[in-house]
Nanobody, 119 residues
Framework: QVQLVESGGGLVQAGGSLRLSCAAS????????MDWYRQAPGKQRELVAS???????NYVDSVKGRFTISRDNANNMLYLEMNSLKSEDTAVYYC?????????????WGQGTQVTVSS
């Protein structure tokens, strides 16, 4: 059974840092892509950062230069280092592995971890 478990969220002051982790279990292949999404109250879920198996990354403009996504392919771990946090970064952060049709993987979401940035 596939399970994604996020950790590392919490309450931090503006300008502070947090490191999120996502442990993916029950996946028998190394996903092409692994993503971090976030959803703030009253807003749609948005893609924050994405990384492929080779380490190429993409970020939403609002976090460029502040957030760093990384992964450990051998252990199917995903990370998000968040620096210079702002109040607008407050959201529930989700780990996501997209569907893979070759491996017949339907995709999976984690349960989310709350990040609250106080100003």
């Amino acid at each position: 059974q596939v399970q994604l478990v996020e950790s590392g969220g919490g309450l931090v002051q503006a300008g502070g840092s947090l490191r999120l982790s996502c442990a993916a279990s029950g996946i028998s292949f190394s996903p092409d892509f692994m993503d971090w999404y976030r959803q703030a109250p009253g807003k749609q879920r948005e893609l924050v950062a994405s990384i492929n198996r080779g380490g190429s990354t993409n970020y939403v403009d609002s976090v460029k230069g502040r957030f760093t996504i990384s992964r450990d392919n051998a252990n199917n771990m995903l990370y998000l280092e968040m620096n210079s946090l702002k109040s607008e970064d407050t959201a529930v952060y989700y780990c996501f592995v997209p569907p893979d049709y070759i491996w017949r993987f339907p995709g999976a979401w984690g349960q989310g971890t709350q990040v609250t940035v106080s100003s």
